[in-house]
T-cell receptor
Framework: DAEITQSPRHKITETGRQVTLACHQTWNHNNMFWYRQDLGHGLRLIHYSYGVQDTNKGEVSDGYSVSRSNTEDLPLTLESAASSQTSVYFC???????????FGQGTRLTVV | GQNIDQPTEMTATEGAIVQINCTYQTSGFNGLFWYQQHAGEAPTFLSYNVLDGLEEKGRFSSFLSRSKGYSYLLLKELQMKDSASYLCAPHTNAGKSTFGDGTTLTVKP
């Protein structure tokens, strides 16, 4: 079965460190998204990609970057982690055409 | 821009019916998703409305009025397992979804 996998599931890091969260999908979807979800709130879009070599900024992109070198992976990098980036991060994929999005299980990141 | 409004919390009784409303103002609107999210888990797809009207899928139905910027999710014959957050997510013709803060539904015996 096709799936979307995020790693690590939990991460504690120190302020100022660079952190990369992995997202790998086997759906063969062109569209991939990174969201963050703070306690008691909905999902806010960080970055997204519509295909290889394509990346776009979402509504809360400051301090984050992504790269898309193949269809399967969209790693999210925090350039210099800040306490305000403590959150749960979800990766999602979606086929072109507005069909449902499939979400990974999330990465809980704590910046101390 | 995007502006999404849905109630923060709702409580209902097992076996009852509950309606969760969502209003939105979305540039380039194409359709509207509803997702369910249990505590500590990832969101899962419930419905996607593109055209005006009601779409029924088992115990869950979703309604859309494009002209009013309004949608609702209707849950019938509530079960304890329906206790979760329900996320309204307008989708644009650019292929992006924006999520509301979600409605936390508590189903009581």
């Amino acid at each position: 079965d096709a799936e979307i996998t995020q790693s690590p599931r939990h991460k504690i890091t120190e302020t100022g460190r660079q952190v990369t969260l992995a997202c790998h999908q086997t759906w063969n979807h062109n569209n991939m998204f990174w969201y963050r979800q703070d306690l008691g709130h909905g999902l806010r879009l960080i970055h997204y990609s519509y295909g290889v070599q394509d990346t776009n900024k979402g509504e809360v992109s400051d301090g984050y970057s992504v790269s898309r070198s193949n269809t399967e992976d969209l790693p999210l990098t925090l350039e210099s982690a800040a306490s305000s980036q403590t959150s749960v991060y979800f990766c999602a994929t979606q086929a072109t055409g507005g069909t449902e999005a499939f979400f990974g299980q999330g990465t809980r990141l704590t910046v101390v | 821009g995007q502006n999404i409004d849905q109630p923060t919390e709702m409580t209902a009784t097992e076996g009852a019916i509950v309606q969760i409303n969502c209003t939105y103002q979305t540039s380039g609107f194409n359709g509207l998703f509803w997702y369910q999210q249990h505590a500590g888990e990832a969101p899962t797809f419930l419905s996607y409305n593109v055209l005006d009207g009601l779409e029924e899928k088992g115990r869950f139905s979703s309604f859309l009025s494009r002209s009013k910027g309004y949608s609702y999710l209707l849950l019938k014959e509530l079960q304890m397992k329906d206790s979760a957050s329900y996320l309204c997510a307008p989708h644009t013709n650019a292929g992006k979804s924006t999520f509301g803060d979600g409605t936390t539904l508590t189903v009581k015996p």
